[in-house]
């Protein structure tokens, strides 16, 4: 009953006029410089408001704390809001929804751990997955490590933002969690804060299968960034992540993000989305995976589709490898004739300072002007072969699921090799955790677990790298 009235109130609030209008947001921090004087960095709080809510404040106040050995110290920065931000995402709804930025340039005087917050009241009360989102603060929070020797920046996000999509379909949309330090990033979903270590009330996960449909389960790819979804119910729902940087295997910061996704009623228009993405190579873990040496030249060529024929599309792609001081890859798109088909050209003739263990992460993202769809492409720059059926291990054939908490995969080995097997829920907690030591050939694993009915995340990594990922539902 509860769930059924909070449904009520919020499509009330999806056709009238909201008494408040804070829908999301995130804080980063990029290091500049360091000297005498301290550490200088430049703090970015972008938030987005409905606008048909009350005007977003004109400043925002930053709280910067220091923590260290015995205590803690505060200061408050007053921030304006960047007059030429406050503009409107593509809007396919009642309302629209704005981008705001406030940046500051500030100096910390010393090295240390710190944490940048913000607060606002309230948020949209049209969220459904809260008890009570009117009378919610939005409370963001980002954690930082200054360290004197070597600089550090939190982590940002390379694709812009998206709020709408389509109700009873499979979505993607990848935010492109980057770290300019090269540092490793996780990702967790997490309950939104209202307060200071205070979760909103009555918050429900996206993967509740009253939000979510069994063919698409509200997750976000912890390899990739990548959210993948297939809403249930029209309306808009609050989804917070928390993002852990790491450096050499030490938590070094995080970032909490808050968005807010708008699912809309519209059966006559179709996703975009692109039709040949099973041309390109996939690793042992089934992702679009393409290997590339230095100084060979590696082409894609990704042709974009509608089923709307009146649809006129377009197609960008985000990633790292654009911005490279050396040869940055290249991309474009044109009209190939076909009705309204697209076709996007990647180039990318990579040199030996790109040669890394960790892949480029790429977003190819297809538009029709309404709705938009995320693919994700991974691209390796190695000495080695770029055959990847020469990988030294497979994995497959994951079964029962569901499952009533027993288990079975099979690995393939070239050598011999200790594997991982781990389980977490979608909170990103630990439950399961089994450590291998294989010899070479052809293994079928065994796990019993004694987890309560739910979703989790079943990885299995080696010393150096997760090897494959899966959703598995307990259901006893």
Not at 147 to 167: C, G, I
Not at 413 to 436: A, E, R, W
Request: net charge negative.
């Amino acid at each position: 009953m509860k769930k059924i009235l909070l449904l009520i109130f919020a499509c009330f609030f999806v056709f009238s006029s909201n008494a408040t209008h804070l829908m999301g947001g995130q804080i980063t921090a990029t290091h500049l410089s360091s000297d005498s004087s301290g550490h200088h960095y430049i703090v970015e709080l972008t938030a987005y408001r409905d606008t048909v809510g009350i005007p977003m404040a004109s400043t925002a106040d930053f709280t910067v704390t220091h923590y260290y050995l015995g205590g803690l110290s505060t200061t408050t920065y007053t921030v304006d809001y960047d007059s030429t931000s406050g503009n409107l995402l593509p809007t396919v709804t009642v309302y629209g929804v704005e981008v705001y930025s406030f940046i500051d340039t500030i100096t910390l005087s010393s090295a240390g751990y710190y944490s940048i917050s913000w607060e606002d009241c309230c948020r949209n009360g049209a969220i459904v997955n809260m008890s009570n989102p009117l009378s919610e603060n939005l409370f963001l929070i980002t954690y930082l490590t200054v360290d004197s020797l070597n600089s550090n920046s939190t982590p940002t996000f390379l694709t812009p933002p998206v709020a709408y999509l389509p109700h009873d379909t499979i979505w993607q949309y990848n935010p492109l969690p980057f770290d300019p330090d090269g540092d490793s990033l996780s990702w967790r979903l997490v309950e939104p804060y209202g307060f200071p270590g205070t979760p909103v009330g009555g918050y429900e996960f996206l993967y509740d299968t009253l939000y979510s449909d069994t063919t698409g389960i509200f997750s976000v790819d912890s390899i990739t960034g990548s959210i993948s979804w297939d809403p249930r119910m029209l309306g808009n729902f609050s989804a917070s992540f928390l993002i852990d940087e790491f450096r050499n295997g030490v938590k070094i910061g995080e970032m909490r993000r808050d968005m807010q996704f708008i699912v809309v009623n519209d059966t006559s228009n179709f996703l975009p989305n692109i039709s040949n993405l099973q041309t390109v190579p996939t690793n042992s873990l089934g992702y679009p995976y393409v290997k590339i040496n230095p100084g060979t030249n590696y082409q894609l060529h990704l042709l974009g589709n509608d089923q709307n024929p009146n649809d006129i599309l377009s197609m960008q792609a985000f990633g790292e490898v654009f911005d490279l001081t050396n040869s940055p890859a290249s991309f474009n798109y044109f009209y190939t004739g076909n009705g309204n088909e697209i076709q996007g050209d990647f180039s990318w003739t990579p040199d030996l300072s790109h040669v890394r263990p960790q892949p480029y992460i790429t977003v190819f993202r297809t538009s029709d002007n309404v709705f938009y769809y995320d693919n994700t492409i991974q691209f390796e720059v190695t000495l080695g072969s770029t055959d990847l059926n020469e990988e030294s291990i497979s994995i497959s054939n994951l079964y029962p699921n569901p499952s009533n908490g027993d288990f079975i995969f099979s690995v393939n080995l070239k050598s011999s090799k200790s594997i991982t097997v781990k389980v977490v829920n979608m909170l990103g907690v630990d439950v399961y955790n089994k450590n291998l030591d294989l010899n070479s050939g052809n293994h079928l694993i065994q796990n019993n677990t004694d987890l309560p009915n739910g979703y989790y995340i079943l990885s299995v990594s080696d010393e150096d790298d997760i090897l494959k990922t899966s959703k598995i539902l307990i259901n006893k």
